[in-house]
C-alpha cells in the first residue's frame, strides 16, 4: 500500500504580486532549478528522517493552485470519513480524544 505525503509550495501573495508570478510556471522561469532544488531537498530529508529511500512519484508532480486546492479538500474528505468511522484502516490508528 502507497502513501501519499504531500508537500505545499506556497508564496506571500504580496510578494508574488510584486514579482508577477501567477503561477508555478512564472515561478520556475524566474527561479530556474529551483523547483527540482526543493523537490531534492524534500527527497534527502525524508531519507534521512526514516533511514530508508523513498521514491518520488513518476509522471506529474507539481499542480497549479486549483489542482492542489482539489487535493487538499479531498485529503480532508478522507481524513473526516477515517476520523469518523466510515474507512477501516489496515492498522489501528489512535485518535486523541475528541475536544468537541
Same mark, same amino acid.
Given at each position: 500500500?502507497?502513501? &501519499? #505525503?504531500?508537500? @505545499?509550495?506556497?508564496?506571500?501573495?504580496?510578494?508574488?504580486? !510584486?514579482?508577477?508570478?501567477?503561477?508555478? #510556471? #512564472?515561478?520556475?522561469?524566474?527561479?530556474?532549478?529551483? @523547483? /527540482?532544488?526543493?523537490?531534492?531537498? &524534500?527527497?534527502?530529508?525524508? *531519507? %534521512?528522517? %526514516?533511514? /530508508?529511500?523513498?521514491? =518520488? =512519484?513518476?509522471?506529474?508532480?507539481?499542480?497549479?493552485?486549483?489542482?492542489?486546492?482539489? =487535493? *487538499?479538500?479531498?485529503?480532508? @474528505?478522507?481524513?473526516?470519513? =477515517? &476520523?469518523?468511522?466510515?474507512?477501516?484502516?489496515?492498522?489501528?490508528?489512535? &485518535?486523541?480524544?475528541?475536544? !468537541?
Amino acid at each position: 500500500m502507497h502513501k &501519499f #505525503d504531500w508537500k @505545499v509550495l506556497a508564496m506571500n501573495e504580496a510578494e508574488a504580486a !510584486r514579482r508577477k508570478i501567477e503561477s508555478i #510556471d #512564472d515561478y520556475e522561469r524566474l527561479n530556474p532549478k529551483k @523547483v /527540482e532544488k526543493i523537490m531534492k531537498w &524534500f527527497n534527502s530529508y525524508k *531519507i %534521512s528522517q %526514516s533511514h /530508508e529511500k523513498t521514491a =518520488l =512519484l513518476k509522471g506529474k508532480m507539481l499542480y497549479n493552485a486549483e489542482e492542489t486546492i482539489k =487535493l *487538499i479538500k479531498n485529503g480532508h @474528505v478522507n481524513y473526516e470519513e =477515517l &476520523f469518523m468511522g466510515g474507512i477501516k484502516p489496515r492498522n489501528p490508528i489512535w &485518535f486523541p480524544p475528541s475536544r !468537541r
